[in-house]
Structure formats: C-alpha cells, structure tokens
C-alpha cells in the first residue's frame, strides 16, 4: 500500500526558512521521481519541485527558483523541500507525489508564512 507522510510545516515569518520531509512506503521509493505540489486557500494544485529518482536533475516553478531547494534520501524514502526566503504567497497545503503513483496524495503538510 502507498504511503505518503508530510511532516514539517508550521508559522513562520517572512524571509524564514522551513524544511519539509515526505516519507513514502509501498513502493519501490529509488524507481520513481517525486515532486512537492502546493495548493492555496480557493487556489489549484500546483506543481512546485520535481526531482528524478536518482537525484541528478531537478525543477522548479518560476515562482521558487532560488529559493526552495529539493532533494531525497533514497536510504531513507524521503524526500525533502527546502524553503528559504519565503513569502506570504508560499503559504499553502505542500504535497508531496510519487510519478509513479500519480494518483496518490499524502495528507499534506501546512505552510503558513505570516509576521
């Protein structure tokens, strides 16, 4: 069974920094790429990293670029969204999502950016 467990959201001021974990189960974790998605109040769902499974490539959304840095533990299933500098407009529900498993979500992690 696929699992999904985002940890590591919380209140932070603007221009804080915040790590986020994803640990996944039930699937072959080093196989599939992962992304961190994020969705905001009355917002959709939008892609925000992407890393492939062996870690050499990665994107990111023009709105994150230089700020928020992924990467993963195979060792561990877990990837990571480091967010530094954030912004009242990064606050939002952060997903991670296995490309293998495209239709399956963890329960999400919230980010709240707010002096």
């Known amino acids: 069974q696929v699992r999904l467990v985002e940890s590591g959201g919380g209140l932070v001021q603007p221009g804080g920094s915040l790590r986020l974990s994803c640990a996944a189960s039930?699937?072959?974790?080093?196989?599939?790429?992962m992304s961190w998605y994020r969705q905001a109040p009355g917002k959709e769902r939008e892609l925000v990293a992407y890393?492939?499974?062996?870690?050499?490539?990665?994107n990111y959304a023009d709105s994150v670029k230089g700020r928020f840095t992924i990467s993963r533990d195979n060792a561990k299933n877990t990837v990571y969204l480091q967010m530094n500098s954030l912004k009242a407009e990064d606050t939002a529900v952060y997903y991670c999502?296995?490309?293998?498993?495209?239709?399956?979500w963890g329960q999400g992690t919230q980010v709240t950016v707010s002096s």
């Open positions: 999502r296995p490309n293998c498993y495209s239709n399956i």
């Open positions: 039930g699937f072959t974790f080093s196989r599939c790429g």
């Open positions: 890393i492939t499974n062996n870690a050499g490539s990665t």
